[in-house]
């Protein structure tokens, strides 16, 4: 069973920073697409950033310059590095697996690969805030 | 990239049916979609995809009250005999191009 555990969330000030830590279990995170979404108090889930494959990263805009993700091998941990902090980033932060999958010509008009959440951990909140 | 459009709310009645819808923009009608359900306080839940032509695929666990289908750009997700552990947020969710876009979510209040 695949289990993903969050934690390094708490109260900072605006332009402080923090790492956030997702520690996996029943699946190895430097192989696969391993992602950052988060939720804001009273709102929607928001795509934060991935990890895919050797050092591939991908970043919302909003995030972009700001965040850094990681992958920690030996530990089997993925990171998120947030500096520049800002009080909109205010959030529950989950970390999620993707997995691939693959829509044939008799599912879809052409065939395609793409990549949906599956696996979802429990979340570390954050706080920006004087 | 594309946007995923869903009902900020719906209600049903406990033991009845529901079908929630989101709708993919303009030129993305060919896309997969997953769908998320997330219990007030609770993290999200990876329910099913479903692919334009209406076949979907439960995840590990979930019961076969939820069902998925499509037509055109909508994507449904059904809830049939509907329990009160049913009432909880619900979000699609679609990927493109190495980036990952959500529905606003439909909350969901079973009567």
Known sequence: EVQLVESGGGLVQPGGSLRLSCAASGVIVSSNYMSWVRQAPGKGLEWVSSAYGGDTTYYAD???????????????????????????????????????????????????????????????TVTVSS | QPVLTQSSSAAASLGSSVKLTCTLSSGHSNYVIAWHQQQPGRAPRYLMQVEPTGSYN???????RFSGSSSGADRYLTISNLQSEDEADYYCETWDSNTWVFGGGTKLTVL
């Open chain 1, 62 to 124: 909003s995030v972009r310059g700001r965040f850094t993700i990681s992958r920690d091998s030996s530990k089997n941990t993925l990171f998120l590095q947030m500096n520049s902090l800002r009080p909109e980033d205010t959030a529950v932060y989950f970390c999620a697996r993707a997995k691939w999958g693959y829509c044939s010509t008799s599912s879809c008009l052409t065939s395609y690969s793409y990549y949906y959440m599956d696996v979802w951990g429990k979340g570390t």
């Open chain 2, 58 to 64: 439960r995840g590990s666990g979930v019961p076969d």
